[in-house]
């Protein structure tokens, strides 16, 4: 491993408050012109759907979606409506697509996007980075948050400015401009939350007696806990799997051992259930790892704490997870020699013949 490896994705984690905060800017100053177009949609159902990384937005970006508008929203692989439109897409009530793609190119979602419009004619809302691309050129709205741009091959600050992007979205749907103002103050806490708890994050990712990492994480935190388990996947090599809260107790918890680390993306609503489980599998000789908003370790059965004291609504800090979490992924491939910025047969942007 040269002296250079990881640089790009270990800036690209640090630096992506900038990022956030030029991505609030952007898609603001749009607000109205967002607002018009769900206004004018008349829609019954949104899907959301993504490749990999965009993928897992999509399914805590469709949860945060139908918690504020009340509208139904479900999350897809983009691959899945392709090839199985019939079981994927409404037959009698419009639907809204909301597609995201950093790159914009990505075979499975543009070939998504190209069916949905032929068969159902309805509107397309796009997310990504990159605004002249195909994506973009062929949504009704394109929201290109451009200064996320990266040059590594795993998605760091693409995956949470485009997630901010959605929920911004959201608020703006739902018509409700105190969500929105409270997501405004996100890039001030991931900066404080980098330069506070970056020690302790690179710590346990150093530690070499984790050999399994389990994210979990329930309601609109179950898709960041499966971006966070893809992380660790792409960057370490890593064995990481990701689940739902109380799913972990109905087979799961056969693989906790002393080696095992439980990363907890603790909800307010669950809480005292997710806060049980954590303390059954410590039980069995597993170390935790808990982010929550408030509390005390012995109180949330937490080996490691990292404290959000954001003062913000759940769904309205649900980014603030995904920096630090990222961070982990790094250090542990880092500790194993490994390069972050080059994932093993890994392609920025999947291209299908």
């Known amino acids: 491993m040269n002296e250079a490896s990881g640089i790009h994705t270990h800036q690209e984690i640090w630096e992506q408050s900038v990022a956030w905060e030029a991505t609030l800017a952007h898609i603001l100053n749009q607000e109205e012109k967002i607002r018009r177009f ?42 899945e409506l392709l090839l199985f439109p019939e079981s994927s897409l409404p037959r009698k009530e419009p639907a809204l697509l909301v597609a995201t793609s950093r790159s914009g190119e990505t075979t499975e979602t543009l070939r998504a996007v190209r069916l949905f419009k032929e068969g159902y004619g309805k509107k397309v809302l ?41 929920q911004l979205c959201a608020g703006i749907a739902a018509e409700r401009p105190d969500y929105c103002n409270q997501l405004r103050a996100l890039p001030v806490h991931g900066k404080r939350l980098m330069a506070e708890e970056s020690s302790l994050i690179q710590g346990i990712g150093e530690e070499p007696n984790f050999r399994r990492f389990f994210f979990l994480g329930s309601g609109p935190h179950y898709g960041l806990a499966c971006e966070a388990m893809l992380k660790m996947k792409e960057m370490s090599l890593s064995y990481a799997e990701a689940f739902h809260f109380l799913e972990f107790r109905h087979g799961p918890k056969s693989m906790v051992d002393e080696e095992t680390l439980l990363v907890g993306l603790l909800s307010d609503s669950a809480r005292r259930y997710e806060v049980a489980l954590l303390a059954e599998m410590r039980g069995y000789g597993a170390k935790t790892l808990v982010l929550a908003e408030e509390g005390e370790s012995e109180e949330l059965s937490a080996d490691y704490l990292v ?27 880092m500790a194993k020699g490994l390069d972050p910025d080059r994932p093993r047969h890994l392609e920025p942007v999947v291209l299908l013949e």
């Open 38 to 79: 769900f206004q004018e949609e008349g829609f019954k159902e949104a899907i959301f759907i993504g490749c990999g990384s965009t993928y897992y937005l999509s399914l805590a970006a469709a949860a945060i979606f139908q918690a504020l508008t009340g509208v139904r929203a479900r999350a897809l692989p983009a691959s």
């Open 307 to 333: 404290l959000f004291r954001s003062g913000l609504t759940e769904m309205a800090r649900a980014l603030l997870f995904m920096p630090l979490l990222q961070l982990l992924a790094y250090h542990r491939a």
């Open 126 to 166: 796009a997310i990504g980075c990159y605004e002249a691309s195909k994506l973009m050129t062929c949504a009704s709205l394109g929201l290109a948050t451009k200064e996320a741009k990266e040059r590594s091959v795993a998605q760091t600050r693409s995956f949470a400015s485009m997630f901010l992007v959605a």
